[in-house]
């Protein structure tokens, strides 16, 4: 609303494609194992917000992800760091700038 002639593209979702999504087989032994393994090593672990930047344990989870489903960690990698680019939104009222709020 504050620039009228500026339109924000909206995603757009298909019921068809969300047949292709693929989500771990938990009655699987080994993807069990993989995913418990890494839930292990990281419950205790602080996750910081995707805006501050790559953490390790992002990586963690998205290379037993990864390992768990047979994708290529890279593909996730390049996935996470996209996230990392995205603007992030902050709760802040008109006028108001984020330096003034920290």
């Not at 593209?9 to 993807?31: C, H, L, M, Q, W």
């Amino acid at each position: 609303m504050q620039n009228p002639g500026r339109t924000i593209e909206f995603p757009s979702y298909s019921t068809a494609e969300a047949g292709n999504i693929r989500i771990p087989n938990v009655k699987d032994a080994r993807i069990r194992r993989i995913l418990a393994d890494c839930w292990e090593r990281t419950k205790g672990v602080a996750v910081p917000q995707f805006r501050d930047g790559e953490c390790e344990v992002r990586r963690l989870w998205d290379e037993a992800v990864a390992d768990a489903l047979g994708w290529n960690p890279a593909d996730l990698s390049r996935l996470r760091e996209l996230l990392h680019q995205e603007p992030h939104v902050r709760g802040l009222g008109y006028g108001q700038y984020a330096d003034e709020a920290e």
